[in-house]
């Protein structure tokens, strides 16, 4: 049996709302995308997740996503309802990805927010 792919994701924003950056880690490859424009640490990371689902449909064959925003992959699931930017973020999102699973990790095992902690060491 073949193994799921694990494509990591996670979004931020400098400030709240600010400058966003996202960050997905496939097959051991980081990306990072800080062009995406202002907005809140929410918007950071559904555009992570729908840019993993980017990533996921371009690499192809059985991926997972995973990501530590339990808010956004619980809506992302269908589990909690969505409402206003979330609501079209979902549409968005589902228009990319279809069926793709999406799960919670905790923070210190995303090698996204990692890769993004990283590019700014305290």
């Known amino acids: 049996m ?3 792919l694990k494509i990591f994701f996670d979004g931020g924003s400098r400030g709240n709302p600010g400058s966003i950056e996202v960050a997905v880690v496939a097959g051991g490859r980081a990306i990072v995308r800080t062009d995406l424009g202002e907005g809140s640490s929410a918007d950071a990371e559904w555009l992570a ?3 993993a689902a980017e990533t996921a449909r371009e690499i ?3 991926v997972v996503l995973l990501g530590d925003s339990a808010d956004v992959i619980a809506k992302a699931n269908g589990r909690v309802a969505c409402r ?3 609501a079209a973020y979902r549409e ?3 228009s990319v990805a279809g069926a793709l699973p999406v799960r919670h990790i ?3 095992q ?3 927010g990692i890769a993004l902690a990283r ?3 305290r």
Do not use: D, Q, S, V
């Open 2 to 4: 073949r193994r799921r």
């Open 106 to 108: 905790g923070r210190t």
């Open 119 to 121: 590019r700014h060491p």
């Open 110 to 112: 995303n090698l996204a």
């Open 49 to 51: 997740l729908i840019y």
């Open 92 to 94: 968005r999102f589902l």
């Open 60 to 62: 192809g064959g059985e």
């Open 84 to 86: 206003g930017e979330a």
